[in-house]
């Protein structure tokens, strides 16, 4: 047999794709491996293998030329609760490395009304009835972020505690309207006055500003009915567009909970409604945002039900039914045991997986943005699971997502890609139970024209999976092999280990920091192998351990 063909072995009953290799089992393109005998497609020198009498539900068939659309970045916006960090250059230096996934700060209640009396741009009232601000700290804060590169995104939330008075100290700060909305309308004019005059008009007009946060969260969020957030929505809108007439505009993420106050008539009301401020029906809304998390103790993934509803009354609207529709805050609110902590992400296999589920969900209800409170491990640069599905994202960027007919069970499937004349499948599978022992086989079987075209193709092959790119498990083990304390009412396996164990757990970190910097590196697991068609076709068999997401790549030969 000559040398390509014993490099086709790929395809066979043992090839490299059914296996789950630990970076030690890397295949290299050299290795000779026992397969069955392959089938001959009649051109003399190149073998392929059928599976095309596989089981049809673990099938995956793919067209070449079938686009769905763009895979576009939905992935490089986070929130930041404080923009007073940015005065911290140890806190500006720390975040430089994150620039390959992250592009722009959604900055939340950025005017006042906080727990932590920060922002506290407004001082009163005049003897006129003109409002009194000193903007400098605004000004200082926003210029150090600038300096980063990164983009703002400004939330124009809270209402300041002197403009509701009685003062109620809600669980995010001031949640009440304000008593005059003369004087609210003075300052939102005033604090963008500020933006403009500081960073000039084509600056500030290119950046987003969102009114409130989950206001239909009562009283957390907004302690008022409905109709009164309808109102603060058109008036700061209208005062909004008075000094930025082409400003882009919207609602507050609205909270998907069963808490929720409402869910859908914003979107009513900005069609068809009376606008407050004007008088004149509806109002301009330019993009529309959900808060979605999710609760591993519930063992279930709500996200198509979830924002299905919101894309159909979006739909039912030609104004609105291609705006921007984002989820503004995303996550992981609470770990296997129900504990929530302060991680708002899983940062194992788990946490990676069900991030590839979400993502295909995403596509699927053309889900603008998705914004993300960070992907990394506490005190650490590290990547966590969902980064390192975030890092095959990056190679996927730009490229055009290709139509996959399948009929998986469960929470698993295939995003195949067209980039560069290379094609790839993201292909994943999620399970609601961490120790789901439900590991799956998958065919993509990949026909047309770019296949015809090239007789072999080479392939790479990177996984996450419970041994591949997951620091964590081996972090948590030599924590505990350690003596440190444990809370055994604490979350687990978040990216932030001081929700579990006491404060021992970073030394642990520190001490071993080179193998989990290894261990956390995106795993390739297949490298330069060739594969070839049979029937025309190229057929694939990858096996998937319970929580996994792998990224194949094809490049033609």
């Known amino acids: 047999m000559n040398k390509i063909n014993i490099l086709i072995f790929v395809l066979a009953t043992l090839t490299v794709l059914t296996v789950s290799c630990s970076k030690d089992e890397l295949v290299d393109k050299e290795e000779v491996v026992e397969i069955e005998d392959p089938v001959d497609n009649n051109n003399g020198n ?11 539900n673990k099938i995956v ?117 304000p008593n005059d909305y003369g004087l609210w309308r003075q300052y939102v004019n005033a604090y963008l006055q500020a933006l403009v005059d500081e960073f000039g008009m084509s600056e500030v007009k290119s950046w987003r500003f969102r009114i409130a946060t989950e206001p239909n969260y009562t009283p957390h969020h907004w302690r008022g009915a409905k109709e009164e957030f309808f109102k603060h929505y058109d008036i700061t809108v209208d005062e909004v567009l008075k000094v930025i007439p082409d400003a882009i505009v919207g609602p507050g993420n609205l909270l998907t909970e069963r808490l929720a106050t409402f869910t859908t008539e914003i979107i009513d009301h900005c069609a068809t409604g009376t606008n407050y401020a004007t008088g004149e029906i509806g109002t301009k809304m330019d993009f529309f945002s959900l808060s979605y998390y999710e609760k591993l103790n519930k063992k279930e993934v709500r996200f198509e039900n979830v924002v299905k509803h919101y894309r159909n009354k979006l739909n039912s609207y030609t104004q609105f039914s291609n705006i921007p529709f984002d989820i503004q805050e995303f996550g992981i609110l609470r770990g296997d045991n129900g504990v929530r902590g302060l991680s708002l992400s899983d940062a194992t296999e788990v946490g990676a997986s069900w991030y590839a589920t979400i993502t295909d969900l995403a596509f699927k209800y053309n889900i603008t943005e998705i914004y993300d409170w960070g992907q990394e491990l506490e005190s650490s640069t590290l990547p966590t699971g969902r980064r390192n599905v975030t ?9 055009i997502r290709l139509f996959a007919n399948e009929n998986l069970s469960g929470f698993s499937g295939v995003i195949p890609v067209a980039k560069n004349g290379n094609l790839y499948l993201l292909v994943y599978n999620y399970n609601t139970t961490r120790s789901s022992t439900n590991s799956k086989t998958v065919f993509p079987i990949i026909e047309g024209s770019q296949i015809s075209n090239n007789t072999t193709w080479k392939m790479n092959e990177w996984t996450i999976d419970k041994e591949n790119s997951i620091l964590m498990n081996e972090l948590y083990k030599d924590i505990r092999a350690n003596g440190v ?14 929700d579990r164990f006491e404060d021992g757990w970073k030394s642990v970190l520190d001490n071993n920091n080179a193998k989990y910097t290894q261990l956390s590196k995106l795993s390739l697991t297949i490298n330069d192998s060739i594969v070839g068609k049979f029937d025309e076709k190229l057929m694939l068999k990858v096996d998937l351990a319970p929580h996994a997401v792998k990224l194949i790549e094809l490049i033609p030969q």
Not at 46 to 56: A, H, K, Q
């Open 61 to 177: 068939s793919i067209n070449t030329g079938s686009g769905e659309g763009l895979f576009y970045n939905f992935w490089s916006t986070r929130p930041m609760v404080n923009q007073t960090r940015f005065n911290s250059s140890g806190f500006r230096n720390s975040i430089q490395n994150i620039k390959p996934y992250v592009k722009s700060y959604n900055l939340v209640r950025t005017m006042g009304g906080r727990t932590d009396n920060l922002n506290t741009f407004y001082k009163g009232v005049d003897a006129s009835g003109k409002i009194i601000t000193d903007f400098s700290g605004l000004i200082q804060s926003m210029r150090n972020f600038m300096s980063t590169g990164f983009k703002p995104r400004i939330v124009l939330d809270n209402v300041p505690w002197q403009m509701s008075l009685p003062k109620v100290d809600d669980t995010y700060g001031n949640s009440k309207p």
């Open 485 to 498: 304390g444990e809370k055994s009412n604490g979350r687990i396996y978040g990216n932030r280990p001081s």
């Open 391 to 399: 890092e095959m994202f990056l190679k996927l960027e730009g490229g």
């Open 46 to 56: 190149v073998l392929g293998f059928d599976y095309s009498n596989e089981d049809p």
